[in-house]
């Protein structure tokens, strides 16, 4: 096995020679072989161990078994100890959630702190079937089908290509020594349950049911890679990014067969879980709208837009001479000044000081809002304004009006009131002005 785990090496990860390697250890026989190997081949190595506190003087033993083992070999030990039934508690999470959480935030923390290139983990060809299988019986899209990655970031997975029958004969062989974790024993956990009770049958059904399920993973995930090449090329046609927003294009997106499994792809990352509500909006009013937690993506006119959820600023902000604030654009500033300068595209306004009523308040529109817009006669509503100018949604609800008492000044960015304007008798100028958001 030896030589396998180093041929292994050199064809995937020939990268790691020379590097710094952390190994997670917790001590069982995956670990402990994991640890023997790498112990034996020519890698600069150290070992990293969680202390639980799950299972008493158990997991102290762990702890103590890997520290004696560690200085026996010379090799650098790093060790914690979380209070992990206080965490899950907090965090309101189960315990299996909390300690990886916990772990892999330490893992982490100690490969930027102490200068580790990469941390390794000693999951298996087992754990990848455990995990195909936990993932097929809670329904899952094809990613969860691919089974666990050789490489996530700085994460190494080395013994994936070995099943677990081969690293416990490796450890008796080489006459191994480990610690017997006693949680593995009982089928109160699905992955246990399926390990103890499905594995074994289907590996009964088929001697050879592990290479052939090392095969089919390999399949999954070529098809996956297909898969990926299609939804980046359809993304670039469909799906057009301004700013912060994604806009999808409807009818583009309603020509593609199967359009869901595209929409699925591009949006799983912010955090979704009402599928069936976002496929709804191809066909919704304009104004309907799904939230994640961080995120929401609504229907407006002709395309879905996703944007990110922003907390919301005051309902108004008073504002004077010769002081700023922050908008989610940009800064919207307020000066005096004594001569007016270029126009910079609509960004900058000069006002009589003399016609304000100072503090100027900054708000959002409202219905009945109506103003005198420059270059026009007559007065026109707010409402209208935007519909001439084909605001989208997320458009008027992130527009803010500046005004004086209750006749607004600025629709802030785009249009000012004639009524505020500079003539020859203005003896006092304020300039106002929005320096966006690069």
Known sequence: MREQLQQHLNDNFAFLEGKKLLLAISGGIDSMVLLELFHTLPYTIAVAHCNFGLRGAESDGDENFLKQWCAKHNIRFFTTRFATEEYAATEKCSIQLAARELRYNWFSELLESEGFDYLLTAHHLDDTLETFLINLTRGTGLEGLTGIPAQNGKII?????????????????????????????????????????????LKELNPNFLNGFEDTIGHLQQ?????????????AKIVTEKGEQLHIAIEKLKLIPNYK??????????????????????????GKQVFSENYRILKDRDY????????????????????????????????????????????????????LKLPLILRKWKEGDYFYPSGMTG?????????????????????????SGNEIVWVVGKRSDRRFRIEQATNNIIKIELHENK
């Open 157 to 201: 997975r080395p013994l994936l290509p070995f099943g677990r029958n081969k690293i416990e004969a490796y450890a008796t062989v080489n006459s191994i020594a480990w610690r017997e974790d006693s949680s593995n024993a009982s089928d109160k956990y699905l992955r246990n349950r399926l390990r103890h009770q499905v594995v074994p049958i």
């Open 261 to 286: 499994a595209y929409l699925y792809q591009w949006l799983k990352p912010y955090g979704f879980t009402a599928w069936d509500d976002i496929y709804n909006l191809i066909n919704a009013q304009s």
């Open 379 to 403: 007065r026109k509503k707010i409402s209208k304004y935007f519909k001439d100018e084909k605001f989208s949604l997320i458009d008027k609800e992130n527009s803010w009006l500046l005004c």
């Open 304 to 355: 879905l837009v996703l944007e990110k959820q922003h907390k919301p600023l005051t309902e108004s902000v008073e504002i004077t001479e010769n002081q700023e604030v922050t908008l989610e654009q940009g800064r919207l500033t307020v000066y005096s000044v004594t001569n007016v300068t270029e126009d910079r595209g609509g960004k900058v306004i000069f006002v009589d000081k003399d016609k």
């Open 223 to 235: 098809t996956e890679t297909l898969m990926q090449d299609a939804v980046t090329e359809l993304y």
